[in-house]
């Protein structure tokens, strides 16, 4: 998905995350912010997967994180990627 956004808003984003494998399963997130010289300009408000979380055989839930691009964001900016990994 692609968003535009102004110096000062915010940003929320819902995973959908399922265990498809036949036993719990305990994980949680990282993501990563690119290009990563930019990353400080969007700051992370809420991470509810920063925990460990863990899903029943078969469960599927969403969580939800909160991003604000901050007001110094320099004009050149153009662009930021965020992207989740689930080790």
Not at 30 to 47: G, K, M, V, W, Y
Not at 61 to 80: H, I, M, N, T
């Amino acid at each position: 998905a692609e968003v535009v956004l102004a110096p000062g808003d915010q940003l929320r984003v819902t995973v959908r995350a399922s265990n498809r494998a036949g036993r719990e399963v305990t994980t949680r997130v990282s993501h990563r912010i690119e290009p990563e010289a930019d990353s400080r300009h969007l700051a992370l408000l809420l991470c509810p997967l920063f925990v460990p979380v863990t899903l029943r055989p078969g469960e599927t839930r969403e969580f939800s994180s909160e991003y604000l691009l901050l007001a110094d964001v320099p004009k050149g900016v153009r662009a930021l990627g965020v992207t989740y990994v689930f080790p």
